[in-house]
């Protein structure tokens, strides 16, 4: 089946570093691919959406200088978190889908600000 | 998306059958039903997802009412790796490729 992996699984560093996280694609090409974050006992929220080729389009409320996003190729995405404060702390999921299919999901960042 | 409305918690006993509920009462009629779980520290994971008609596979079964306006997923014989969040999302099932709206989801727990 269909597989969506993230990396790192989990970071932990300072205030003020910047964190790149990669979600990639393994068996199949992704035009297009989701950026969840996730508070503790809270559901997931959209972050942005990453479009291969173009520039990703974010939800209200998201700061695109913040959350930079990366497509630039057909099976990797990536999410860089830019001079993260403890508030930036989350869990950050990705989520992709091999054509007309269901959205597969990655494993998750647990992002650890310091 | 139109919206749903789930129990936030639900018990089950180990190898018994867990049903859950989901309330969609303002579905359209090109809107499918998506059953997603998500186990502790993982990645929501694909359950199943529907139209109209029953559907099973080898994880669950999703049954859906005639009226669309609710259906209900089950675990016909539950396990503990099933305790898990389970959300269930209506959406439009002509690209499923696009993005879910998750809500509160169903806290399962299977109990020995």
């Known amino acids: 089946g269909a597989v969506v992996s993230q990396h790192p699984s989990r970071v932990i560093c300072k205030s003020g570093t910047s964190v790149k996280i990669e979600c990639r694609s393994l068996?199949?090409?992704?035009?297009?691919m989701f950026w969840y974050r996730q508070f503790p006992k809270q559901s997931l929220m959209l972050m942005a959406t990453?479009?291969?080729?173009?520039?990703?389009?974010?939800e209200q409320g998201v700061e695109k200088d913040k959350f930079l996003i990366n497509h630039a190729s057909l099976t990797l995405s990536t999410l860089t978190v830019t001079s993260a404060h403890p508030e930036d702390s989350s869990f950050y999921i990705c989520?992709?889908?091999?054509?007309?299919?269901?959205?597969?999901f990655g494993d998750g960042t647990r992002l650890s600000i310091l | 998306d139109a919206k749903t409305t789930q129990p936030p918690s639900m018990d089950c006993a180990e190898g018994r059958a867990a049903n859950l509920p989901c309330n969609h009462s303002?579905?359209?009629?090109?809107?499918?039903v998506y059953w997603y779980r998500q186990i502790h520290s993982q990645g929501p994971q694909y359950i199943i997802h529907?139209?109209?008609n029953n559907e099973t596979n080898e994880m669950a079964s999703l049954i859906i009412t005639e009226d669309r306006k609710s259906s209900t997923l089950i675990l016909p014989h539950a396990t503990l790796r099933d305790t898990a969040v389970y959300y269930c999302?209506?959406?439009?099932?002509?690209?499923?490729?696009?993005?879910?709206?998750f809500g509160g989801g169903t806290r399962l727990m299977v109990k020995p």
């Open positions: 989520s992709a889908s091999p054509g007309n299919q269901p959205q597969h």
């Open positions: 068996d199949f090409q992704a035009t297009t």
């Open positions: 529907g139209l109209k």
């Open positions: 999302i209506v959406r439009p099932g002509n690209n499923a490729g696009n993005m879910l709206t």
């Open positions: 303002t579905i359209s009629g090109n809107e499918y």
């Open positions: 990453s479009n291969e080729g173009s520039k990703a389009t974010y």
